[in-house]
């Protein structure tokens, strides 16, 4: 450990433009950064992460013979790299550097406070130069990556990620909880704004997963427990009980030639009638399924909620033996380098809005419901009926921003980015199959950003349909008609309106699947305000998180449609894809260290340690903790309990932490 009088520190203030300059007083930072103990050099520069700034660095740290360098400028998690690469180029170990975050946590946030603002830079350049006086060289610790990755979710999202996967050449796992792949874009009917079928585009897609012999493809299967770090994740998956077996897994019982072919002759037998939830049971389904003719694997599967074991499906399937009424769920552990989560979407529950008589009015339905009934696969074959009595709707009214941008508290503060648009196409869809219909589209703003999507929106313009600009207060039902009263304000004319409609249709805010919460705290991912999985920065690492080796994919990290999404997994793929190629990958040498000689044995840090790093190990006859280092992710639970202090923690050691402490305490006196 260096001592703190050997300790020659370089300070260098960043501008950024105006940005830090504006709101602090950069000359007056940079004198009494030459006053503190150790520092040698106290330098500024406007723009410290452009080449010349870097090169100021590097410079000092040979001319001036710098044990430690500090950066007073942005927020590490953007330029901390940045200038652990320069102090590197300089001949510096490259933890041997500091920064002092004086943008995100002060010019940005006291910028009309100028005195105040610069008092703080001070304390922060000051805690950081303590800090620096006693950093130590530390070495990344280099593991192998295990060549094979895992996908969570088969949507859009999920399959284009495992294909991009998948074709460079790496066995991937795609993991789906439902009984097929696709996802929400396999229920869509169209696609704005090039109005290309969903389905045509989308099954190509899922045929080459099936088909794809680096894709390992796992349906019906959730993931239950994650171990590991990047490079190596042990990953256990439960394979919940279909009932049905596959061709391969009939084959691994002894029956060659037997498992599901996909007949349909069981549900032509069975006896149980249940909604087919893939068409929000506006069509029914037996209790042995299969969700539409064109899943993958078309393999069917058990409803073992309402099956009633009768026994009929076993009987027809004969010879082929694909059905276990028995079957339970299995387990199996697979071991991939890297893990990329694209678990979607859910629609939020917009009954909870009353006030739109959702689930209370028949003729009330949500766009996605909408979609299934102008498909021409989904249960009316393509004809737009009014749930109530069948008759094709000629007045038809879309509710926009239907729970989201809601401030209330009942539905979604955020925009959900995509019904703007796919409303604009429902708006088409009527003109184009019911001639002399009239569409009302209630809306705030019109979001149509994308390539082309302007121009959509002017084509449906012209196309006829009536933009009414204002929040729907209110609707109430005929109870006779079943004809619905809208209650809005024209707020452009400054007017209220009470328009009698045929069918509403409700442009659903979306939220985070249910079990996002639990995949997301497996992985050790973080959420954002909104609920959706957070990215490790949302500009620059827009696919990564803060687990290494864990990215995302699609609307799980946020709205966004078909175009962002498939161009988010492409983006995935590629850096889940890197550790792999490269064939290892290193890890921050934050590692916590036993002192033996301090170590009691007590073993109450091994079941703290949330990544299972710790075990008690016999050394010279007694019993002392040893650390996995490629298992630690140095969070410091140990080494803030160890009641006998044995516990080492690199890069925040106790001297360290207790001389920051020591620089904000007593400041110039120290
Ligand atoms: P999803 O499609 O939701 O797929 C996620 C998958 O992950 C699902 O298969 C789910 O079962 C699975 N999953 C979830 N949790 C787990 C778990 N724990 N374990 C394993 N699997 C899990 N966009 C357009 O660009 N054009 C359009 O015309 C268009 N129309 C739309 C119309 C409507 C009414 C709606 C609601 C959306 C529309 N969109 C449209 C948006 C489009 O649906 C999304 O952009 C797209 O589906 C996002 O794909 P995804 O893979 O991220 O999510
Ligand atoms: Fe701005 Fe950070 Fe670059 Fe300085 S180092 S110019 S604060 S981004
Ligand atoms: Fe046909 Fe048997 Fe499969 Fe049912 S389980 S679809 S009867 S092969
Ligand atoms: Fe249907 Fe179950 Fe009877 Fe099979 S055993 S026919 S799935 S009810
Ligand atoms: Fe409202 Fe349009 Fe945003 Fe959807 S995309 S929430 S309809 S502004
Ligand atoms: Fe006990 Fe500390 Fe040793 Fe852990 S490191 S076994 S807590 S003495
Ligand atoms: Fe486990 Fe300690 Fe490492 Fe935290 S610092 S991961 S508790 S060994």
Redesign the pocket.
């Known amino acids: 450990m260096a001592e703190k009088k050997e300790a020659r520190i370089g300070v260098f203030i960043c501008h950024c433009g105006t940005n830090i300059a504006g709101s602090i007083d950069i000359k007056a930072l940079q004198e009494y950064a030459k006053t503190l103990p150790n520092v040698v050099v106290a330098d500024e520069y406007q723009y410290m992460c452009s080449t010349p700034g870097q090169g100021k660095i590097v410079d000092a740290i040979a001319e001036s013979k710098l044990t430690g360098v500090v950066v007073a400028a942005c927020s590490p998690r953007l330029h901390e790299p940045t200038f652990r690469m320069a102090s590197k180029v300089g001949g510096l170990n490259p933890f041997r550097f500091e920064m002092a975050n004086i943008r995100e946590q002060n010019s940005w946030v006291h910028m009309h406070d100028r005195e105040g603002a610069t008092a703080k830079a001070k304390d922060s350049v000051r805690i950081a130069v303590a800090k620096a006086s006693l950093l130590e060289d530390l070495f990344p610790k280099s593991v192998p990556v295990e060549k094979a990755a895992l996908v ?8 284009q990620a495992s294909l991009d996967l998948a074709n460079a050449g790496i066995p991937t796992y795609l ?4 009984p097929t ?5 396999s229920q ?1 009917d ?3 704004p090039t109005l290309d079928c ?1 389905q045509c585009i989308l099954t190509p897609k899922m045929v080459d997963v099936g088909r794809n012999e680096n894709i390992i493809l796992k349906t019906y ?3 239950e427990k994650v171990e590991g770090y990047i490079g190596n994740f042990d990953i256990t998956l439960r394979k919940k009980a279909r009932g049905v077996l596959t061709p391969d897994e009939a084959a691994e019982r002894g029956y060659v030639g037997g498992g599901c072919n996909g007949c349909g002759d069981c549900a032509g037998v069975c006896p149980v009638i249940k909604g087919n939830e893939f068409e929000f049971a506006m069509a029914p389904r037996k209790a042995i399924y299969i969700y539409h003719p064109q899943v993958v694997p078309n393999i069917y599967t058990v409803d073992f909620e309402s099956c009633i074991k009768c026994g009929l499906c076993v009987d027809i399937c004969g010879d082929k033996k694909a059905i276990d009424l028995e079957m339970e769920d299995t387990f199996e552990t697979v071991k991939v380098g890297t893990a990329i989560l ?6 939020f529950p917009i009954e909870k809005k009353a006030e739109w008589g959702y689930n209370r009015y028949e003729n009330v339905i ?3 419901e ?2 299934r009934l102008i498909c021409a696969s989904g249960p009316t074959g393509g004809h737009l009926v009014r749930p109530s009595d069948g008759q094709t709707p000629m007045k038809v009214g879309f509710v926009l921003c239907a729970g989201s941008r809601d401030n209330t508290g009942v539905g979604k503060p955020y925009c959900s980015r ?2 703007c ?2 409303s604009l ?1 429902h708006a088409h869809q009527i003109h184009e199959k019911i001639p002399g219909a009239r569409v009302y589209l209630f809306y705030m703003d019109i979001r149509s950003f994308g390539k082309m999507y302007e121009e959509f929106y002017y084509r449906i313009q012209d196309e006829g349909a009536k933009f009414i600009r204002g929040r729907v207060s209110n609707i109430l039902e005929d109870a006779t008609t079943k004809n619905l009263h809208v209650f809005t304000e024209d707020t452009l004319l400054q007017r209220p309106i009470n328009l009698e409609l045929d069918l509403v249709v409700l ?2 805010a ?1 939220q985070p ?1 249910a ?2 919460d ?2 997301r705290k497996l992985f050790g991912v973080s959420k954002s305000q909104d609920g959706w999985m957070l990215e490790a920065h949302p500009k620059l690492n827009p696919c990564g998180t803060t687990t290494a080796g864990v990215f995302l ?4 990290q946020g ?7 498939v161009a988010q ?1 492409e983006g995935a793929a590629s850096a889940a894809s890197i550790p792999i190629h490269t064939g290892k990958v290193e890890l921050e040498p934050y590692f916590a260290q036993c002192m033996d000689e301090k170590c009691a044995g007590c073993g109450m840090c091994v079941n703290l340690c949330p990544y299972g790093a710790l075990a008690l190990v016999e050394k010279n006859g007694r019993k002392v903790m040893e650390v996995t280092e490629a298992k630690c992710k140095g969070c410091g639970t140990c080494g803030g309990f160890c009641p006998g202090g044995a516990i080492h923690m690199q890069h925040f050691t106790t001297p360290q932490i207790v001389a920051q402490i020591d620089a904000f305490l007593l400041g110039g006196e120290q």
């Open positions: 969570v979710g088969a949507g859009v999202a999920g399959i993991i789906e909880k439902s792949i696709g996802g929400r874009m869509l169209k696609t704005f969903s299967t959730e993931v694209a678990t979607g979407y859910d629609l949500t766009g996605l909408f979609e995509f019904c648009m796919y196409k442009a659903s979306v699947v079990e996002e639990t995949i994919a699609g609307v799980c709205p966004k449609d078909i175009p962002d999404t997994a």
